[in-house]
């Protein structure tokens, strides 16, 4: 009897080996596994060149893409942009989505229309250490993207570039790109530029609310320069005087008043 209920029990456990093995024969190792989708959601990406008809152009200051789940966003150095995405093994499908409408330079404006056009349709990845290349089915459009790591709030010197009113980003006023900088250093200081002359004041952070208190007025030079730069440097002399809350993401500076008047600052490569 005790040798009967062996036999039975054998009996299951080659029918379940049997049916592991059916239709196995002649698969190599790995066959019918997935190939995992590359890993850029959760990275912040700077846009190093793009190819357009077999063309390469350097990007700017600035420009930028960011991967979260089925969307991206991004900077051109002047604009920014959207687009939906669909990331299936090393294959990105970019759906172009909004862009703003900031007034930008001639050579900006020129590589925005370039970024835009490379990152579109379907994009073949290829990923070694911290550079990421997107690349057309013909080969003939790409975009070269390094990892970027964030930078500190301190320390760090942040290129103006925009001008914030309530809701809407504005470019600066034509002929004033360029100069205006800010640090906040580890003394308590924040100097550098408000457009024409240099400035100085003492500075307090309280990283828990996201408030920078400049106890202006800001101690300044006394250069004169151009209109245009004069506007913007009136502009920011008064913003850089009291309370502002800091919006810092990755190496996007955002400082606004109660009002909601403010700036953008991007933070200058090293």
Known sequence: MPKTRAVAVLVPILLLTACGTEGGGGAGPGAGAVEPDLPVVGTHWSVEAVTVDGRRSA??????????EGRA??????????AAVVVKGDTLTVSPGEVTEIG?????????????????????GTLK????????????????????????LRGTTWKVDGLVSGDAVSSLPAGSEGKARIVLGEDGRATGNLGCNNFSATARVDEQKRTLTVEGPAATTRMMCT?????????????????LTYRLNHRTLTLTDASGEGLTATASAP
């Open 227 to 243: 209109g245009p730069q004069m506007a913007l440097e009136t502009r920011l002399y008064e913003l850089l005087d009291g309370p």
């Open 104 to 124: 930008c330079p001639a050579d900006a404006r020129r590589f925005e229309a370039e970024l835009l056009k490379a990152f579109s349709g379907s994009l073949k």
């Open 129 to 152: 250490g911290d550079a990421l290349r997107l690349a057309s089915t013909d080969g003939r459009n790409g975009v070269e993207l390094t990892a970027e790591r964030a930078v500190p």
């Open 59 to 68: 990007a700017p200051d600035g420009a930028r893409v960011d991967f979260e």
């Open 73 to 82: 966003r991004g900077s051109s150095g002047c604009n920014t942009f959207g």
